[in-house]
């Protein structure tokens, strides 16, 4: 699951990393055409790239929503950590007490 996670994050941040090149690229044209300037054209590639990192936050937000999500309901199928740790130290304890009483 945390492979499967980590994928995921990756491929996003190459998206986003991927998106500012071309972002960039875009604006360099509009630049060379007279469209933008020098100026005009850093304001926006800093717009957009802000807004694409907004983005990458809410999908890596929804992404650990869902991941938590899934970890509850595979958790109440079995049991958690805690409650196996619990749960061998309490056995460990009434082994110890059946053979101090044999």
Not at 10 to 28: D, N
Request: charged fraction near 35%; aromatic fraction near 2%; proline fraction near 0%.
């Amino acid at each position: 699951m945390k492979d499967l996670l980590n994928r995921s994050l990756s491929l996003g941040i190459g998206i986003i990393a991927q998106s500012k090149e071309q972002i960039e690229k875009t604006v360099e044209e509009l630049v060379n055409k007279g469209e933008l300037t020098r100026k005009e054209s850093a304001e926006w590639v800093d717009e957009l790239v802000k807004k694409g990192e907004e983005a990458r936050q809410k999908i890596e937000s929804n992404v650990m929503e869902r991941v938590q999500r899934t970890m509850g309901e595979q958790q109440t199928g079995g049991v958690t950590r805690e409650e196996f740790d619990e749960l061998s130290q309490r056995l460990a304890r009434l082994e110890q007490r059946l053979a101090e009483n044999q």
